[in-house]
């Protein structure tokens, strides 16, 4: 048997990062583009046992997190019920790792509109 590399697909992210939300535009293919706007706050150091009254319904963009080793980090409206104060005073560039892994989770669900 003669095994064939696998080309992975070259995913395009342009996003502004703003103390309100964030606004993004996620790019698989050059004919596939998909806008996304996602809540800026964010929530780390949740335990995993958070996960399981998650809802899965609705936007994607709505319900995101990472799983970073035993930590869980919730980003955009689902980080709101775990935030004892607003994230708008945070500093953007403190937070930004977490909203672009998970925006590129949340531009795997949601891609395949137009953004010709």
């Known amino acids: 048997m003669k095994l064939s590399a696998v080309i992975p697909p070259m995913v395009q ?4 990062l703003g103390s309100s939300a ?3 535009f996620y790019q ?5 583009c998909a806008p996304i706007w996602m809540g800026a ?3 780390d150091g949740l335990s995993s046992v958070v996960l399981s009254g998650v809802s ?3 936007r994607p963009q ?6 970073l080793d035993n930590d869980v980090v919730m980003v ?3 980080a709101k019920a775990f935030l004892e104060m607003n994230s708008l ?3 953007k560039y403190e937070q930004a790792v977490y909203k672009l892994a998970a925006a590129l989770g949340v531009g795997l669900k949601v891609s395949g509109g137009s953004c010709g």
């Open 13 to 16: 992210l342009a996003a502004d």
């Open 28 to 32: 698989v293919q050059l004919d596939q």
């Open 22 to 24: 964030s606004k993004l």
């Open 41 to 43: 706050e964010v929530a």
């Open 62 to 67: 709505d319900m995101a997190w990472l799983e």
């Open 89 to 91: 005073s945070a500093k």
């Open 56 to 58: 899965t319904a609705g």
């Open 76 to 78: 955009g409206e689902a």
